[in-house]
């Protein structure tokens, strides 16, 4: 086999030079997908959640992951990787097809393991927006949306093995991706109405970076 012949590395499935894509990372609570879908309007992103895509994935007929993400779910613990990445690559294609060339992906990367998978598979150069907020006031929004949501990790319970999984990987991710300067935070303390303008001049920063 000739040099040129010789097998090219795997590159991702979109470019960064024609695609942009934002992570939104945060505790349990603190109001990501509240903000993300007012960003989604204001911006036309491809908007997504993480969360919303695995319990999509527990309910579709024939899958072969419920168990998983299920356990995942109630102990807090992050879903495989390759889970997580096939199911955003699958909703990035959809999208795509549409014409979107904005994505905003709502709790992820939540590891390293998924951020280098991620990089390889399906794109590199991700901005990412991170919303802090203290654990106290993340609970108490877990279990007031815990009233009607009927979601099974919205109780105290869940909420603090979330956290505890989140903070032991997560603040990896966050060093890693604030060493190439692609992280803009958001203080999220306040009532979430109030800090939209906020949140959504920090969209505007991640977009430009």
């Not at 000739?2 to 934002?22: G, H, M, R, T, Y």
């Not at 990787?81 to 990367?109: H, N, Q, W, Y």
């Not at 802090?132 to 990790?153: A, F, H, W, Y």
Request: include cysteine; hydrophobic fraction near 40%.
């Amino acid at each position: 086999m000739s040099e040129n012949q010789a097998e090219q590395p795997q590159l991702p499935l979109f470019d960064s030079e024609k695609v942009l894509v934002i992570y939104v990372l945060g505790g349990p609570g603190v109001g990501k997908g509240t903000h993300c879908k007012r960003l989604a309007a204001d911006f036309n992103f491809a908007y997504f959640s993480v969360g919303d895509l695995l319990r999509a994935e527990q309910n579709r007929p024939g899958t072969t992951q419920r168990e998983v993400i299920d356990r995942c779910m109630l102990e807090g613990k992050i879903v495989p990787a390759e889970i997580a990445v096939t199911l955003m690559k699958r909703r990035m294609i959809k999208e795509a097809s549409k014409g979107k060339k904005m994505f905003l992906i709502d709790g992820f990367p939540r590891n390293m393991e998924q951020v280098h998978l991620f990089e390889k598979e399906v794109y590199k150069n991700g901005r990412m927006l991170f919303f802090e907020c203290s654990p106290d006031v993340m609970l108490k929004r877990v279990l007031n949306r815990g009233k009607t949501s009927q979601r099974i990790d919205d109780n105290e319970e869940a909420f603090w093995k979330r956290w505890n999984g989140y903070l032991d990987s997560t603040v990896a991710v966050l060093n890693f991706f604030q060493e190439r300067k692609q992280v803009v935070t958001i203080n999220c303390e306040g009532p979430l109405d109030a800090g939209y303008p906020q949140v959504k001049h920090a969209a505007e920063v991640s977009i430009r970076l």
